[in-house]
């Protein structure tokens, strides 16, 4: 038994009160999810630091706003990268889900599709469990970005343009910014990047790619956590002194500096 299997055995799990999709629920019902992940989000740090103390001084490093995060995010990209291929959750695919393959991309089991919705197997004893894992370190992701950029704060996206573009985002709990005078609003739905990390680390491995962080220039990162948007973020991302000329014009960093 790996030693992130041990920790998912006896990690109890937590759902939204309304979990169904956004735009199926009334505005009262999403505003008692942000209300819900609200109430709990301080005990769900804290039973993620405490299963987790290989890494829980790193944790402690997000939650800290004097202190800058990058140092930390890397180490918890590290962390991930290492640990999140222990588990293989992902079924085979069968049925309704192999007639929306491409013939010619099928494979008998660990398809690409079978593991963009791993989360959706719940027959796994494990899917709940790492489900949950993933939501609360998307909770200390997010307090690391709403600790250090008070333009950002946990709410529930119900921006009216958002809704019209049917963004992923839109009518989730989210950590945003609001719109500016010349910039739109941005919002980060954590707790489904943070689960799409997943997905994303096996997806890496079956095709080969790197498991490092590439900097892709500007203090923009790319790993394999979600991690990573909390030091875009606090290196002055999405605002409007972050771009001085405009939109369409240089990049200049925001107080912290990553690199």
Same mark, same amino acid.
């Given at each position: 038994? !790996? ?18 999709? @956004? !735009?199926?629920?009334?505005? *009262? ?23 987790? @103390? ?28 290492? *640990? ?6 992902? @079924? ?9 393959? &491409? ?7 660990? !398809?690409?599709?079978?593991? !963009? ?49 049917? *963004? ?19 919002? &980060?739905?954590? &707790? *489904? ?50 771009? @001085? ?15």
């Amino acid at each position: 038994m !790996t030693r992130l299997q041990a920790v998912l055995e006896s990690y109890d799990t937590w759902t939204l009160p309304h979990p169904d999709n @956004p !735009t199926t629920l009334t505005k *009262t019902q999403r505003a008692e999810n942000l209300d819900h992940v609200l109430a709990i989000k301080d005990a769900r740090i804290a039973r993620c630091r405490a299963a987790l @103390p290989e890494i829980d001084e790193h944790l402690g490093i997000l939650l800290d706003p004097a202190v800058h995060p990058l140092a930390a995010v890397r180490a918890l990209d590290g962390w991930w990268a290492e *640990t999140g291929l222990q588990l293989k959750l992902f @079924p085979p695919v069968a049925g309704g889900l192999k007639s929306k393959l &491409f013939r010619n991309r099928y494979h008998a089991k660990n !398809t690409a599709l079978s593991l !963009t919705h791993w989360y959706d197997w719940p027959d796994h004893p494990l899917v709940a469990p790492l489900d949950t894992l993933l939501r609360d370190l998307a909770l200390i992701v997010g307090d690391a970005i709403v600790l250090r950029r008070p333009d950002f704060a946990w709410t529930v996206n119900e921006d009216a343009k958002e809704k019209r573009a049917k *963004t992923v985002e839109w009518g989730r709990v989210v950590v945003m910014r609001a719109a500016q005078v010349d910039f739109p609003p941005k919002a &980060f739905d954590l &707790f *489904t990047l943070a689960r799409w990390s997943y997905s994303d680390l096996h997806n890496r491995k079956r095709h080969g790619l790197s498991m490092e962080a590439v900097d892709v220039g500007q203090g923009d990162w790319r790993g394999t956590f979600v991690g990573w948007t909390a030091a875009q973020v606090v290196n002055g991302a999405f605002t409007g002194d972050h771009y @001085p000329q405009g939109r369409e014009g240089p990049v200049v960093p925001g107080r912290w500096i990553v690199g």
